[in-house]
């Protein structure tokens, strides 16, 4: 018996009883628990003066502690996700639920940059561990035309979770409650994680794991390794003067990552399960895809880190200025992930992927032409909310059709696998975003640059979309229809790693 339910007088139901009249009340703690997971990833990009001026933050602390979260998020999504099916979702859940919390609360503690990292990372593994059992709880508690309605619901919601996040870091940070500053962006878990945690452990039923399902740790070690050794160099290379020890750490990531995959291929060869279905990295389109994912979302969140970085310490706009100066991109995401899956994306298919990062270009363009016109004395939001704007809906229309183009390279029964592999791509990308753009962005910072710096990170965006670009070219011609992207075809292996998604 669970720790939690020693105090749990009437047992929550098992999957034999039928359908459970407070399934829907499931569906609302997922969301809840699973937006604020999301939420951390990007609602400390408006603490950095508050972080400099309280820890004494300098511009990598920052980026260790934004980016730090992603990396540890990313390297244990797909482990947190073979946990679930061995030890059940409800457990891992419970456990990545109450972690957080606690580490929400070590960081709002915080007595230095260097505790906060620490927790930072601490965080981030308890999200990997959170994150993956959200879809494979509903999809045990619900099925049929509900699963359909729950996954119309559970995605778009969870979307909001980065969208919000500058915004309401920006609220809680200026609004200064109990003069809390930018600890309460972390106390914030802590009513919404033990509230999540209570009625999760009362209603969500129990269903045991399977026992037979074998945990490869060797090569989350390799993944986790590899991640690290990729992500450090490019946090710390900026201020060393990029010394011998980055170029071999990098060097030591690629080799590493080349092991995991040989690591992979052997377990499976013998028997046992790997993290990732090996057959997968066998398949071109998605390896390339892989890349794409991750160049795509590295370019994202740099620039959305940039845009906050610009506004607070080139323009001095406070932390809800700056929180609410990320609006315009927030809108027009969601204009052009609306105007992708209603629209485009079933009628002129992969070009939908083609066509968002050419408008994302052209906003990049229009947003140069606006920094070089900029008054330093009359600067306000509206004079860049063109190109910003342009720029989110070109994002929204790629984010919306992506992963449905990279998962229409895989058969069903690697669904699951594949869908956890890409959920870490994504984060680690965005990591290494926040790494290269933040040390572009405050090379020039530094030197009181702002505006350069701020161009300078256009630039390696616009390298990064047209590297993407060519990339979509390889992906099938047609996405992947949503039922089978979360598992639901008839016939799908019931044991894949669908909670990884």
């Known amino acids: 018996m669970e720790a939690s339910d020693v105090h749990d007088p009437s047992p929550t ?13 499931i569906l609302a703690v997922m969301i809840v628990a699973e937006i604020m997971d999301l939420l951390d990833a990007s609602i400390v990009n408006v603490a950095g003066p508050d972080l400099e001026k309280s820890l004494g933050a300098g511009s990598v602390g920052l980026q260790w502690v934004i980016g730090g979260y992603a990396l540890t998020l990313g390297a244990g999504l797909v482990l947190g996700g073979r946990l ?6 409800r457990r891992m859940f419970l456990i990545g639920l109450a972690a957080f919390t606690t580490s929400s609360l070590l960081c709002a503690a915080a007595p230095n940059t260097g505790s906060l990292i620490a927790f930072r990372l601490l965080q981030g593994t308890a999200g990997a561990m959170l994150l993956p059992q959200g879809l494979g709880l509903l999809r045990e ?18 979307g909001l979770g980065g969208i919000i996040g500058p915004v309401l ?4 940070i200026e609004g200064d409650f109990f003069g809390l500053g930018w600890r309460s962006v972390f106390l914030i878990n802590l009513p919404v994680g033990l509230a999540a945690l209570v009625v999760a452990a009362r209603f969500v039923p129990r269903k045991a794991g399977d026992r037979t399902v074998r945990v490869d740790l060797t090569g989350a070690a390799l993944v986790a390794t590899s991640c690290a050794l990729l992500v450090l160099p490019l946090n710390q290379g900026q201020e060393n003067g990029w010394p011998l020890w980055t170029w071999l750490s990098m060097a030591a990531s690629a080799i590493g990552f080349a092991l995991f995959a040989l690591q992979q291929r052997r377990t499976a060869a013998t028997g046992r399960e790997p993290l990732v279905t090996p057959g997968l990295l066998r398949k071109p389109a998605f390896t390339v895809g892989l890349g794409g994912i991750a ?7 740099g620039t959305q880190l940039v845009l906050t970085l610009f506004l607070q310490i080139g323009r001095h706009f406070t932390a809800g200025e700056a929180g609410l100066g990320n609006l315009p991109l927030a809108v027009g995401t969601a204009i052009g992930g609306a105007v992708s899956g209603a629209f485009l994306a079933d009628r002129i298919g992969r070009k939908v992927l083609q066509i968002g990062p050419l408008v994302q270009l052209a906003g990049a363009a229009v947003l140069w032409s606006e920094l070089d016109g900029l008054d330093a004395a009359s600067f306000s939001i509206g004079d860049i909310v063109p190109g910003v704007a342009v720029a989110g809906i070109g994002a929204g229309m790629v984010i919306a059709a992506l992963f449905s183009f990279v998962l229409a390279a895989v058969d069903d029964d690697e669904i699951g696998s594949a869908s956890g592999v890409l959920s870490a ?18 090379a020039r910072a530094e030197t009181g640059d702002f505006t350069g710096g701020f161009h300078r990170a256009l630039i390696v965006q616009a390298c990064l ?11 099938p011609s047609k996405g992947r229809p949503e039922d089978k992207q979360h598992g639901t075809t008839t016939g799908s292996d019931t044991k894949q790693h669908a909670a990884a998604t």
């Open 465 to 475: 979309l047209v590297v993407f670009l060519a990339i979509t070219f390889l992906l």
């Open 13 to 25: 139901p098992d999957e034999a009883t039928g359908p459970y009249r407070w399934r829907w009340l």
């Open 169 to 172: 870091g920006g609220f809680l």
């Open 84 to 89: 679930g099916d061995r030890y059940g979702r």
């Open 295 to 301: 160049l795509f979302f590295g370019g994202l969140v």
């Open 425 to 442: 791509v994504q984060a680690v990308g965005g990591s290494i975003g926040v790494a290269v753009f933040g040390s572009v962005f405050f």
């Open 141 to 158: 508690n619900f099925s049929g035309p509900e699963l359909t309605k729950v996954f119309a619901i559970f995605g778009p919601v969870l």
